[in-house]
């Protein structure tokens, strides 16, 4: 079930340009959540923007209670996210979707991408390595 929290963003990291990674403290919606999930932030306590950002979760530490997710800038909701400083609140609400991918009883496990933009494949691979299952990636280079 879907809850909206205020979760702490612990750390920031640049990755390139305009490509950011934050992990943020979010025990609530951790302990409920699956590869192929994503958060909905929003980005100002403002009316502009007014939609919240729908961004897959890249990332989950269970222990921890602790999620990441990239995204890239594009636009002045993710313009604002951008920044967003460690220790400030982000208002989130998730794990909302149903969960993509269903990898319960394989013992075996082939996952194509394209390039990196699928972001919910790597969390997939991820979970098949902690349950012993046998997972390869095969990402697409396009020229």
Known sequence: M???IQA????KTRISKDIYKFKIQADEIVKDSKPG????IRVS???EPFLRRP?????IEQEEGTLEFIFQVKGKGTQILSQKQEGEKIDIIGPLGFGTFKIEGYE???????R???????RTCKTSQKTKQTSTN?????K
């Open 116 to 122: 990196n933009r699928n972001i919910p494949t790597i």
């Open 108 to 114: 075996k496990l082939a996952i194509i991408r394209r």
């Open 8 to 11: 702490k963003l612990i750390e």
């Open 2 to 4: 879907a809850k909206q």
């Open 138 to 142: 095969i990402s697409r280079i396009q």
């Open 37 to 40: 999930n994503f958060i909905e």
């Open 55 to 59: 961004i897959s979760i890249y990332n």
């Open 45 to 47: 306590q403002n009316t």
